[in-house]
Nanobody, 117 residues
Framework: QLQLVESGGGLVQSGESLRLSCAAS????IAWFRQAPGKEREGISC??????VSNYKDAGRFTISRDNAKNTVYLDMSNLKPEDTAVYYC????????????????WGRGTQVTVSS
């Protein structure tokens, strides 16, 4: 299993932007998920080793990218809304991107994003 460590979460106001980072110890498809209190964990976006992106939610406000030299995947979030409040997780799998949570074998511990109105 890969080691994944998320960072960059915090408290922001509605309309502001935030960049999350996921340090991944190896190459694979890396996805961002989020889970709000009382809700299912949902996929946001995924990027594979070659840079091909699959967007699952709010493609206009969330942008995924990766720096393979730094083994880091980023999630840039703009125009944040209170409903974006959640714990954000990055996850990895060995093959192509998938929107399905169960397809990912490695998970980080998550980083909290709170958006105030």
């Amino acid at each position: 299993q890969l080691q994944l460590v998320e960072s960059g979460g915090g408290l922001v106001q509605s309309g502001e932007s935030l960049r999350l980072s996921c340090a991944a110890s190896g190459s694979s498809a890396i996805a961002w998920f989020r889970q709000a209190p009382g809700k299912e964990r949902e996929g946001i976006s995924c990027i594979n080793r070659s840079g091909s992106v699959s967007n699952y939610k709010d493609a206009g406000r969330f942008t995924i990218s990766r720096d393979n030299a730094k083994n880091t995947v980023y999630l840039d979030m703009s125009n944040l809304k209170p409903e974006d409040t959640a714990v954000y997780y990055c996850a990895a799998r060995s093959y192509l991107c998938s929107p399905t949570r169960s397809a990912y074998t490695s998970w980080g511990r998550g980083t909290q994003v709170t958006v105030s109105s």
